[in-house]
């Protein structure tokens, strides 16, 4: 199993200009999610999805939009990168959501993409 | 609303010593808390999950403890390694959601 995979890992963007960051897992977890990491600020929760065809919003969503039309991906995409979407994006992925309260709940996460946008 | 604390926010020790990480939550109705390791310029990788039923959970030189009534998880290491270096964080539930906390930066000297 290659768990999760996230693609690229670097990513140098200019203000204004969209991408997708690819997402990937081949353990066919339910649950996926995306947050980005910022110096002081911790994991923060930009969109997740409890299974294919159902995403919903986390706490930062604006400037991101996301599909789940398979069980294995889950792509984000950047509209229109700003340069205070500069940060480090994680992707991870579980068999159940945090709802069910169990050790299917246990996280994998992707190794990153780290985001400039200048 | 689910609040993660973690303190301290950075802790330096040597090489040995045991030491304990503390993570506090606002929601007591929590019902499981996952404890996460990241080194430098790398993803997060699970540790240990606790869930409500339970009072501790193991894994080697790891121990984590979780106390409902008082919203307080603690993560034991045992006999610290320079190799235990990197940075702790806690997470728990919210709905489907997971809040995560801000982190201990552990530094163990040998």
């Known amino acids: 199993n290659a768990g999760v995979t996230q693609t690229p890992k670097f990513q140098v963007l200019k203000t204004g200009q969209s991408m997708t960051l690819q997402c990937a897992q081949d353990?066919?977890?339910?649950?996926m999610s995306w947050y980005r990491q910022d110096p002081g600020m911790g994991l923060r929760l930009i969109h997740y999805?409890?299974?294919?065809?159902?995403?919903d919003q986390g706490e930062v969503p604006n400037g991101y939009n996301v599909s789940r039309s398979t069980t294995e991906d889950f792509p984000l995409r950047l509209l229109s990168a700003a340069p205070s979407q500069t940060s480090v994006y994680f992707c991870?992925?579980?068999?159940?959501?945090?709802?069910?309260?169990?050790?299917?709940?246990?996280?994998?996460f992707g190794a990153g993409t780290r985001l400039s946008v200048l | 609303k689910q609040e993660v604390t973690q303190i301290p926010a950075a802790l330096s020790v040597p090489e040995g010593e045991n030491l304990v990480l503390n993570c506090s939550f606002t929601?007591?109705?929590?019902?499981?808390l996952q404890w996460f390791r990241q080194d430098p310029g790398k993803g997060l990788t699970s540790l240990l999950l606790?869930?409500?039923?339970?009072r501790e959970q193991t894994s080697g030189r790891l121990n984590a403890s979780l106390d409902k009534s008082s919203g307080r998880s603690t993560l034991y290491i045992a006999a610290s390694q320079p190799g235990d270096s990197a940075t702790y964080l806690c997470?728990?539930?919210?709905?489907?959601?997971?809040?995560f906390g801000a982190g201990t930066i552990l530094r163990v000297k040998s």
């Open positions: 991870a992925s579980s068999y159940s959501s945090p709802l069910r309260g169990s050790v299917k709940n246990i996280q994998y």
């Open positions: 353990m066919n977890h339910e649950y």
């Open positions: 999805s409890v299974g294919a065809g159902i995403t």
């Open positions: 929601d007591s109705a929590i019902y499981n």
């Open positions: 606790i869930q409500s039923s339970q």
């Open positions: 997470a728990g539930p919210l709905g489907n959601k997971l809040v």
